[in-house]
């Protein structure tokens, strides 16, 4: 019988050297792919550079050509009812045509919207911007986007009346092209407050030359069947 040395009694078999490398690199390689992934998610949380641009709908085209644009980028709220559902950010508001700009994320891994993703593709949200006075715009202008797990709108709200009001919220419904009614809405959160914080916004030299009205953008209304709802009053 074949007598091992001491030190070849010590030293593993090659089967299981192979075996802890294998799993060593497939360690290192699951966290480097799990800290990429969470850095995309952080960075794609704040929408796509597509979504966070301001674009020229045909009432800004058309205040820019003749005195220039004024525009403001508000405080995010984000004081929403489903949580982590949705999300409302890059919140722009250009004086003069009353309009307000601003993205929406949802969350695709979310059960409801996963289901509504999965039946009507990314056109499937409807919107209505109403104020504490029970005042209600229902048509906009919008373009989509989709990264990982988010899905994205950009909606722009025109000839917004703030004479009175102190509050906006956006409500966000399932687009099913049937009437609803605001106890219908999936979600609401805050867009504006008349106190809330707001800066100038230079609009960048992309956005300048960027083609006026932009031709993606597409016209949205919900067919609302009711225009007041008590919770939206003062």
């Given at each position: 019988m074949e007598m091992r040395t001491e030190e070849e009694l010590r030293t593993p078999p090659k089967a299981l050297l192979v075996l802890m490398k294998v799993i060593k690199w497939g360690f290192i390689a699951g966290l480097v792919i799990m800290i990429g992934w969470m850095?995309?998610?952080g960075f794609y949380q704040k929408g796509t550079a597509k979504m966070k641009q301001y674009y020229f709908t045909e009432e800004a085209a058309a205040l820019y050509e003749a005195e220039g644009l004024r525009v403001e980028k508000l405080l995010d709220f984000n004081d929403n009812t489903l949580g982590r559902a949705f999300y409302?950010?890059?919140?722009?508001?250009?004086?003069?045509?009353?309009q307000f700009q601003f993205m929406?994320?949802?969350?695709k891994f979310n059960e409801q919207i996963d289901t509504l993703v999965a039946e009507r593709g990314l056109h499937c949200f409807s919107?209505?911007?109403?104020?504490?006075?029970?005042?209600?715009?229902?048509e906009y202008e919008y373009m989509t986007d989709s990264r990982l797990m988010y899905g994205y709108y950009r909606v722009s709200f025109s000839g917004v009346d703030l004479t009175e009001a102190t509050e906006l919220k956006v409500y966000v419904f399932a687009d099913s092209g049937e009437a609803v009614t605001m106890?219908?809405?999936?979600?609401s959160c805050v867009v504006w407050y008349s106190d809330g914080y707001k800066e100038d916004y230079d609009l960048s030299r992309a956005e300048k030359k960027s083609e006026k009205p932009h031709p993606t953008l597409q016209h949205g209304n919900t067919n609302l069947t009711e225009t007041a709802d008590e919770e939206r009053k003062d």
């Open positions: 850095m995309l998610r409302i950010g890059n919140i722009h508001y250009t004086a003069g045509i009353s929406i994320r949802y969350n919107f209505v911007l109403a104020d504490n006075k029970g005042n209600t715009y229902t106890a219908d809405a999936l979600e």
